[in-house]
């Protein structure tokens, strides 16, 4: 089973893995991260409300986020041809997964936003800030522990988002996972696949975690 | 100081929309506060003295009225000239509310930063700062590490980085124990005589008041109801509630007997042995309920509640004594 052939297999596997998971998660927070703000500061209670375009671009990411991955997957594939130009391979697989995780990466921005205390906020009005100062200089840098915790989070979902790729012709472990574990009844390599899946996972949730903990100044031994 | 008006509040009103009803913050609310005068505004909770000061930096929009800040119609401006406007107001806050994650040193730079300041130039600036409020040693210190008192310094030093005229201090001993509230209340008495800031304090407490204000207005139920220098709201209140919160409230003293008078004694009186000079004068028993002596701006004030003989005749004879002696005081029942 560990034939040369099956190692550089799995090195391919983790390899697709990887790429279509982090460049999919960039790709989300490239987008995420303005959605979340503007989710922020037109609540409510932000600093610039405005309940219309805080209900469309909420209705938006709602909808998106009720539509399961799997259906995504399959429903994206003309958008997907358009873009990448083939809905084969892990780049064609990164278009649906940036899709399908920018609407989870803006509510998850959003809410380390609203973390921040509305206090501090008030005193920076005071001293004449603008809006675009207040965003830059207070909500995200004060917000960046939670921020690093949610991309923790949020490239183990996608991660995990990535494994289904298989189903579609994507690639990754997910996919040999599928054809080996699935289709050809090996279940050994379903098992090996899922277990290097989850130490990934581990690996990529404690780092986050530790580099958050690591910037995060309201702890008092750093 | 000088009598000319920094701050001009005029026929300032500010109503919220809340769901199923209107709630009237302030009412009609007009004073001048003088520039390079520390100027109290003393309140219970709820009585809107904290909406009033962020109208000054119109944090909060007044819903009818003006807020003139030298000269300049704040409610007319444009946000950008407003923020402008904002940088001449430093303010401070009950809470503190430093950036978590920058240091002290940064956390002083952060309104020069928002200025365009260099950062070489914000540096020094920020340093001189931590050093007027003596954390000139703790500028690599972030806020967690800072106490209450040392958070409020830090604070103090950013709201005054951009040399502004005005510094609006909202509750901002309220969350220190009682020598931290003496020693911050110090360096903005000393911040107000070496650099000329005119300072408005927002408070509860008329301790807060004594201490370092000239003049106090006293607002309760969304109005003004009384303003006067610190000394005569503190030896004539007029309002049932300047009373309440120069006096100790009612439950603290006994009311054994009925004919309890107060007495107020000022800076001159304040050391006369007044009590034993009436007992032996008159041959009668003054009972003591309460007393208490405050020093404001160098004079020594006093107030004290005795309790009179039965005799009617008895008590005309102490009273007949105090006007003589130009001592103030009043029958308990009456005003309370």
Redesign the interface.
């Known amino acids: 089973m560990f034939s040369n052939e099956m190692m550089m297999l799995f090195l391919k596997g983790l390899w697709e893995t990887l790429y279509m998971t982090i460049v999919s998660t960039a790709l989300a927070y490239l987008f995420g991260l303005p959605l979340g703000v503007l989710l922020c500061v037109t609540d409510k209670n932000g600093i610039k409300p405005n309940k219309p375009v805080n209900i469309i671009v909420g209705f938006i990411v709602n909808f998106l986020r009720s539509v399961p991955f799997l259906i995504l997957l399959v429903a994206l594939i003309p958008v997907t041809r358009a873009i990448v130009g083939t809905t084969i391979g892990s780049t064609a697989i990164i278009v649906p997964l940036v899709i399908g995780s920018t609407p989870f990466v803006a509510r998850m921005v959003e809410s380390s936003l609203q973390e921040v205390?509305a206090?501090?906020i008030?005193?920076?009005?005071?001293?004449?800030?603008?809006n675009f100062?207040i965003i830059k200089?207070?909500l995200i840098?004060?917000a960046?522990?939670s921020l690093l915790v949610g991309g923790a989070i949020a490239i183990t979902t996608i991660l995990g988002y990535s494994a289904m790729a298989g189903f579609v012709g994507g690639g990754g472990l997910g996919a040999i996972a599928i054809n080996y574990g699935y289709y050809r009844f090996e279940p050994t390599i379903m098992y090996l696949m899922v277990i290097i899946l989850a130490i990934i996972v581990q690996v990529f949730q404690e780092v986050g975690m530790k580099i958050s903990k690591k910037?995060?100044?309201?702890?008092?031994n750093? | 100081m000088s009598n000319e008006a920094i701050i001009s509040i005029q026929e300032v009103s500010k109503i919220f929309n809340l769901k199923d009803s209107n709630v009237t913050a302030l009412d009609n609310i007009s004073f001048d506060i003088n520039k390079g005068e520390i100027f109290g505004i003393i309140g219970l909770s709820g009585a809107g003295k904290s909406t009033l000061v962020r109208c000054i930096?119109l944090?909060e929009k007044p819903t009818t009225g003006k807020v003139i800040v030298n000269g300049q119609d704040l409610s007319g401006l444009s946000?950008k000239e407003?923020?402008?406007?904002?940088?001449n107001?430093?303010?401070i806050?009950q809470?503190f509310?430093?950036?978590?994650?920058?240091?002290a040193l940064q956390n002083v730079c952060?309104?020069l930063?928002?200025?365009g300041v260099s950062k070489k130039d914000a540096v020094k600036r920020a340093r001189e700062l931590l050093e007027l409020v003596g954390l000139g040693d703790r500028e690599k210190a972030?806020?967690?590490?800072l106490s209450g008192g040392m958070k409020q310094r830090v604070?103090i030093a950013r709201a005054l980085a951009?040399n502004p005229q005005i510094l609006?201090c909202d509750e901002s001993t309220s969350a220190l124990d009682p020598a931290t509230t003496q020693s911050i209340l110090a360096l903005l008495k000393e911040i107000n005589e070496k650099l000329g800031v005119t300072i408005v304090i927002i408070t509860h407490e008329m301790a807060v008041v004594e201490e370092v204000c000239h003049r106090v207005a006293v607002m309760d139920k969304s109005k003004v109801m009384e303003l006067d220098t610190v000394e005569n709201v503190f030896t004539h209140p007029k309002s049932k509630i300047a009373k309440q919160l120069i006096l100790p409230l009612k439950e603290e003293v006994q009311r054994l007997e009925e004919n309890q008078i107060r007495i107020i004694f000022d800076g001159n009186s304040a050391f006369a042995p007044i009590i034993s000079e009436l007992s032996l004068k008159h041959n009668v028993h003054l009972n003591i309920f309460y007393a208490d002596t405050k020093t404001i701006d160098g004079k020594t004030y006093g107030q004290m509640i005795i309790g009179l003989p039965k005799e009617i005749e008895k008590q005309e004879l102490v009273k007949q004594s105090l006007k003589e002696k130009g001592i103030m005081y009043w029958e308990e029942d009456e005003n309370v």
Request: net charge positive; aromatic share 6%; with cysteine.
């Open positions: 205390n206090g501090v008030e005193a920076t009005k005071s001293m004449g800030a603008t100062q200089k207070v840098p004060e960046k522990p910037y995060d100044k309201r702890i008092k750093n | 930096n944090l946000e407003l923020n402008k406007a904002r940088k107001i430093g303010m806050f809470h509310c430093l950036l978590d994650q920058r240091t952060f309104p930063e928002l200025n972030y806020p967690s590490q604070a951009t609006l």
